[in-house]
């Protein structure tokens, strides 16, 4: 039965030399489209550079937090198969998981502050070191680049797709990264659910509990890599239809 369990996390583990591809597709086509035109504005090419390791920062985190749970789960058989001197205490194994996905939820926030370099591009009116933002959820006032989104949603199918994937699941995401950040650490219980044993995350914001499995955070990571595709094919869409 532990093999199917260890199976269940590894399958969910990506490759790292692929992630970044749709990214370096746009990267190629653009450059292709300027050259053939003869436009210098290699702009795109140039931002894409520049955000790629934040990109992949959130997949490669999350490879950390598959491995790291791994280890805790299937001590008991991997401690046999190497040396003493390089066990790993329980409190240890806790804490690494516990890095592992709080700086997955960080290294999303990032690389959706980066994104907004790129929508830039199109979208005139926003300051340079502009970032993500959010819309409080008690009084419905957003900050940061949502502020425009939920201005000009209705004007542009970029910011209407953005607002759209706030409201699906960047607003949780953002959620416990803000009580990481500004309040406490995550705490860690394990539940079993279809034979399998699961890590329940919870953190605090303030008198506010905050609950989410490995299930949400594998959510979180595979809808910012499609969000990031669609985004930025996008962008390069209306950068095509400027000349």
């Known amino acids: 039965m532990s093999e199917i369990k260890e199976e269940y996390y590894l399958k969910e583990k990506y490759d790292l ?3 970044l591809n749709p990214l370096y597709n746009t990267k190629q086509k653009y450059y292709e489209w300027c050259t053939k ?5 290699y702009s795109l090419i140039f931002v894409i550079d520049q955000i790629r390791a934040s990109c992949l920062s959130p997949a490669y985190n999350y490879n950390r937090l598959v491995d790291e749970i791994i280890q ?3 001590w008991d058989q991997i401690k046999y198969t190497i040396s003493e001197e390089q066990w790993v205490s329980m409190g240890r194994r806790t804490e690494q998981i516990i890095i592992a996905v709080q700086n997955c939820l960080i290294s999303i926030k990032i690389a959706l502050d980066r994104l907004i370099k790129i929508i830039r591009l199109y ?3 926003i300051a340079e070191y502009t970032t993500f933002g959010h819309i409080d959820e008690k009084t419905n006032k957003a900050k940061g680049f949502m502020a425009q989104v939920v201005r000009d949603k209705e ?3 970029i910011l209407r797709y953005i607002y759209q994937e706030y409201d699906k699941w960047i607003r949780k995401c953002v959620e416990p990264r803000d009580a990481i950040i500004h309040y406490d650490d995550i705490t860690i219980k394990y539940y079993f659910e279809n034979m399998k044993e699961i890590p329940e995350f919870i953190c605090r914001k303030k008198e506010k509990q905050i609950s989410f499995s490995f299930e949400d955070i594998t959510y979180y990571v595979q809808s910012f890599y499609s969000f990031l595709e669609v985004v930025v094919n996008k962008v390069y869409k209306e950068l095509k239809m400027r000349e």
């Open 123 to 125: 979208k005139s009116g």
């Open 155 to 157: 004007k542009d199918e």
């Open 37 to 41: 035109r003869g436009i210098e504005d």
């Open 72 to 74: 805790d789960l299937f």
């Open 17 to 19: 030399e692929e992630i």
